[in-house]
C-alpha cells in the first residue's frame, strides 16, 4: 500500500500538531475543575495515539514497523493504565499541590508533556513515516526482520517486564502498610533504588534499536537524509535518561526520601547528615542511619548486587554508576538547609 503524505515526509508536524491538541485539550479540562486525574493518563495515551496513526498513515504493515508500533502501544497502556489507577486511588497527585492554582507554571508542566511525548515517540514516527518506510513503495524489505530487530525486541521485553514487576512489587508493599521508617528493599528494589526508572531506559533504548535498522541496512532505498533522520532520533532514549536524570523523577524522589528519613531520625536522635556514610559493620539504630546504610549498598539505576555494590569506590558509584552528588543535596527540612549527604 502507499504510505499517506501527510504535511511532510516524516510526519513531524503532524504527529506535533496532534500532540499540542491533545495536551491543550488535557490542560484545559484540568485547570478548569482543579485536578490531576488525568494529567498523567493523557501523557501515556498520547504515546498510543501517535503510534496507532503513524502506523495506519504509513501503510506498511512490515513485522518492524508493527512489533514498533505495537510495542510502543502496550507500553503507553501499561503506564496511563497504571498512572490513572493510582492517581484515583490515592485522589490527587500531590507534585501538583505547589502549581495546580498558578495558571503558568500549571501550563509549563504541561508544554513539557507536550515536549517528552513528541520528542521520546520520533523513532517509531520517522520509521512509519513515507521517508523510511515509504522508501520501497510501502512493501517490506529485504530482510524484513534481522538481528538488530531482535535485539531491539529483547531489550525492550527487558524493560518492560522489569518496569511491570518493579510497579507491581512497590504497589503491594505499600498496600501491606509498612512502618514509617521501612526502606523498600526486596526484589528488584533491594538491587537498584529506582528499577522501573532503569526499565523505562531500557524500553526507548529497545524502540531506538528496533526502529534503526532501514538506516544500517545495505539494501534499503533510503536517502542520506532519512537515515539522518533513523539516527538521529536517538534524541528519544537519550531524552528519556536526561528527564529520568536530572529533572522530574529521581533527583526529586532522592530529596523526599532523605528528608523523610531525616525527619525520622532527628525524633530518635539520629546523626547529623554530615556524618559519613556508615558500614555493615557500624550500628544502624536510627532511621537515619539505617537509610545511610542503604544508601551505600544498593545502586541508584543498574540492578547491582549490595555485595558487589557496597565495597565499590565512592568515585565510580558518583560518575560511571550515575549516583550523582546533586542527589545528595536534600535541601531543607523543618526550616533549616541541611548539609549535603556524603
Known amino acids: 500500500m502507499t504510505p499517506v503524505h501527510a504535511l511532510d515526509r516524516y510526519y513531524i508536524v503532524i504527529t506535533l500538531l496532534v500532540t499540542v491538541g491533545y495536551q491543550l485539550l488535557g490542560f484545559a479540562i484540568a485547570w478548569t475543575f482543579q485536578f490531576d486525574k488525568i494529567t498523567d493518563f493523557t501523557g501515556g495515551s498520547n504515546f498510543f495515539i501517535l503510534a496507532l496513526m503513524t502506523l495506519l498513515l504509513g501503510q506498511t504493515f512490515c513485522a518492524r514497523n508493527v512489533l514498533a508500533s505495537v510495542f510502543v502501544m502496550v507500553w503507553a497502556v501499561r503506564l496511563a493504565g497504571f498512572l490513572l489507577f493510582r492517581v484515583l486511588k490515592r485522589g490527587s497527585d500531590t507534585r501538583f499541590d505547589s502549581i495546580r492554582s498558578h495558571f503558568w507554571k500549571f501550563f509549563g508542566f504541561w508544554i513539557g508533556q507536550i515536549l517528552w511525548v513528541w520528542t521520546v515517540s520520533l523513532p517509531v514516527t520517522i520509521l512509519n513515516s513515507p521517508a523510511v518506510s515509504g522508501a520501497n513503495g510501502g512493501v517490506c524489505g529485504r530482510p524484513t526482520y534481522g538481528g538488530r530487530d531482535i535485539a531491539g525486541v529483547v531489550i525492550f521485553c527487558l524493560g518492560l517486564s522489569h518496569e511491570f514487576t518493579a510497579d507491581l512489587e512497590k504497589y503491594l508493599w505499600k498496600a501491606s502498610t509498612p512502618p514509617k521508617d521501612a526502606i523498600m528493599n526486596t526484589g528488584l528494589w533491594k538491587w537498584s533504588r529506582h528499577p522501573p526508572y532503569f526499565a523505562e531506559i531500557l524500553c526507548w533504548w529497545g524502540i ?135
Not at 536522635?269 to 559519613?276: E, F, I, K
Request: glycine share 2%.
Open 208 to 342: 531506538w534499536v528496533l526502529c534503526l535498522s532501514p538506516a544500517i541496512s545495505h539494501d534499503s532505498r533510503l536517502t542520506n537524509a532519512a537515515r539522518a533522520a533513523q539516527y538521529a532520533s536517538i534524541v528519544s532514549p537519550l531524552f528519556t535518561m536526561l528527564i529520568l536524570l536530572f529533572v522530574s523523577d529521581i533527583n526529586p524522589a532522592e530529596k523526599a526520601q532523605a528528608q523523610k528519613f531525616y525527619a525520622l531520625g532527628a525524633v530518635e536522635g539520629a546523626t547529623t547528615p554530615n556524618a559519613s556514610l556508615v558500614t555493615p559493620n557500624e550500628p544502624n539504630d536510627t532511621p537515619w542511619d539505617k537509610y545511610l546504610s542503604y544508601l551505600s549498598s544498593t545502586s541508584i539505576l543498574f540492578p547491582i548486587p549490595p555485595v558487589l555494590y557496597r565495597p565499590l569506590p565512592k568515585f565510580l558509584k558518583s560518575t560511571v554508576l550515575l549516583d550523582f552528588p546533586m542527589y545528595r543535596k536534600f535541601g531543607t527540612v523543618d526550616g533549616v538547609q541541611r548539609a549535603n549527604l556524603v
